[in-house]
């Protein structure tokens, strides 16, 4: 099983770090499936609006719902998740590697993209979660411990991927 993690520090640089490695990877002629996330600012200094790009060419979904800035719930839109998760899943088959940009709370629940996972899993696709703290044990317990956990570093994914795809990318190029 191919499966790996990463997490950073820093909010939302999981995020950019993700997109960055989808460009290079796309530009390296990898045949990409999953999502990955855009964090914008909103002009009314509330939460930032959430949207994935589903790869590797879209559509771009808004996957957070503007609820107000005095609102402490779960801004995330299932519905527009799993709109990101059908459109995923009918192009994993011909994917090299899964990139999901987060495995969260819909996931550790067993809804999201867990499903998605396990079939490229089961496929031979290599699968490079984004991960958080908090859904990290549920995380651990999906992959029954295997998933190898990954510094947040650009060439480091990118190797990881190349390994793990049987494919001839340069780490640093």
């Given at each position: 099983?191919?499966?790996?993690?990463?997490?950073?520090?820093?909010?939302?640089?999981?995020?950019?770090?993700?997109?960055?490695?989808?460009?290079?990877?796309?530009?390296?002629?990898?045949?990409?499936?999953?999502?990955?996330?855009?964090?914008?600012?909103?002009?009314?200094?509330?939460?930032?609006?959430?949207?994935?790009?589903?790869?590797?060419?879209?559509?771009?979904?808004?996957?957070?719902q503007?609820?107000?800035?005095?609102?402490?719930?779960?801004?995330?839109?299932?519905?527009?998740?799993?709109?990101?998760?059908?459109?995923?899943?009918?192009?994993?088959?011909?994917?090299?590697?899964?990139?999901?940009?987060?495995?969260?709370?819909?996931?550790?629940?067993?809804r999201?993209?867990?499903?998605?996972?396990?079939?490229?899993?089961?496929?031979?696709?290599?699968v490079?979660?984004?991960?958080?703290?908090?859904?990290?044990?549920?995380?651990?317990?999906?992959?029954?411990?295997?998933?190898?956990?990954?510094?947040p570093?650009?060439?480091?994914?990118?190797?990881?991927?190349?390994?793990?795809?049987?494919c001839?990318?340069?780490?640093?190029?």
């Amino acid at each position: 099983m191919k499966i790996a993690c990463t997490k950073s520090p820093g909010r939302g640089d999981t995020d950019l770090l993700l997109s960055r490695l989808a460009e290079r990877l796309e530009a390296r002629g990898l045949r990409l499936c999953g999502t990955v996330q855009t964090n914008s600012e909103r002009a009314d200094s509330g939460p930032c609006d959430m949207d994935v790009k589903v790869l590797p060419d879209g559509p771009v979904i808004r996957i957070s719902q503007a609820l107000g800035r005095a609102s402490r719930g779960c801004r995330l839109d299932p519905q527009a998740l799993e709109t990101a998760v059908g459109l995923t899943e009918a192009r994993v088959g011909g994917a090299d590697v899964l990139i999901v940009n987060k495995f969260g709370k819909h996931e550790a629940e067993g809804r999201g993209f867990r499903a998605v996972i396990a079939e490229a899993l089961g496929r031979g696709i290599p699968v490079l979660v984004g991960l958080n703290g908090l859904n990290e044990p549920a995380f651990e317990a999906f992959t029954e411990g295997v998933a190898t956990q990954l510094e947040p570093d650009l060439d480091t994914l990118c190797a990881w991927v190349c390994d793990a795809a049987d494919c001839a990318l340069a780490a640093g190029g």
